[in-house]
C-alpha cells in the first residue's frame, strides 16, 4: 500500500510571505494527487488534483498553486500568504477506490 | 453533481450503546462510498467503503455501515462505543468508474462517546 509524505507538520508564517509545502507518495507509480484544506477542524475543501507529471487542475480560485514536478511530489505553494490561507492541509493519493492521506500541514498566518 | 450530507454536526453517546452517524448522497449512477475518521491535528483513516456486493459492510475498528439505495444513504453503525471512538467522522462519495476525480466529502460528523 501507498505512504504519502508530509512536510512540515506545522508552520507559523506571517502575512504576504511565501509558502511551499510538499507532499511525496512511496510504494506506487503514476498516482493521482489531490490537495485538501481543512478549516476549523470542518469539511474538506478540494483545492488541486494531478492525474500526471505537469498536469495540475483546480477547484478553486485563489492565491495558492500547485505543481508536479516529479511522478510522485506534488507541491503547494503561495506568493503571498493571506490570513484566510490558513488551516490544515492535507494531501491525498488514490488507493483502491478511495484515498490514502497524509498525516497533513496545520499553517497559521498571523 | 455528486454531493454527500451529514446531516449532525454532533453525535452524543454513552460508552456501550449503539452509534448511528448518518449520511446521505447523490450521485448519478452506482456511487462509490466511504467513511472515514479524524483524530485531532491527524490526517484521516479509511474505516471502510462500498463499491458493489453485500449492501452491508463491515470494517476497521468494529464499524460497519450498509447501503441503502432506494433512501440513497450510507450511515455509520457499531452495536457498542468506546471511549476512544470519539472522532470527527466523513462520508464520502465518488462517482463510479472515475478513478480521476475527486472524492466529494461531507463536513463531518463529531461523535463524543461518554464514560
Known amino acids: 500500500s501507498q505512504t504519502i509524505h508530509q512536510w512540515p507538520a506545522t508552520l507559523v508564517q506571517p502575512v504576504g510571505s511565501p509558502l511551499s509545502l510538499e507532499c511525496t507518495v512511496e510504494g506506487t507509480s503514476n498516482p493521482n494527487l489531490y490537495w485538501y484544506r481543512q478549516a476549523a477542524g470542518r469539511g474538506l475543501q478540494l483545492l488541486f488534483y494531478s492525474v500526471g507529471i505537469g498536469q495540475i487542475s483546480s477547484e478553486v480560485p485563489q492565491n495558492l498553486s500547485a505543481s508536479r514536478p516529479q511522478d510522485r511530489q506534488f507541491i503547494l505553494s503561495s506568493k503571498k500568504l493571506l490570513l484566510s490561507d490558513s488551516g490544515f492541509y492535507l494531501c491525498a493519493c488514490d488507493e483502491e477506490g478511495g484515498y490514502t492521506f497524509g498525516s497533513g500541514t496545520r499553517l497559521t498566518v498571523v | 453533481a455528486q454531493s454527500v450530507a451529514q446531516p449532525e454536526d454532533q453525535v452524543n453517546v454513552a460508552e456501550g450503546n449503539p452509534l448511528t452517524v448518518k449520511c446521505t448522497y447523490s450521485v448519478s449512477g452506482n456511487p462509490y462510498l466511504f467513511w472515514y475518521v479524524q483524530y485531532p491535528n491527524r490526517g484521516l483513516q479509511f474505516l471502510l467503503k462500498?463499491?458493489?456486493?453485500?449492501?452491508l459492510v463491515k470494517g476497521s475498528y468494529g464499524f460497519e455501515a450498509e447501503f441503502n439505495k432506494s433512501q440513497t444513504s450510507f450511515h455509520l453503525k457499531k452495536p457498542s462505543a468506546l471511549v476512544s471512538d470519539s472522532a470527527l467522522y466523513f462520508c464520502?462519495?465518488?462517482?463510479?468508474?472515475?478513478?480521476?476525480?475527486?472524492?466529494?466529502f461531507g463536513k463531518g460528523t463529531t461523535l463524543s462517546v461518554s464514560s
Open positions: 464520502a462519495v465518488r462517482e463510479p468508474n472515475q478513478a480521476g476525480t475527486a472524492l466529494i
Open positions: 462500498y463499491i458493489t456486493g453485500d449492501n
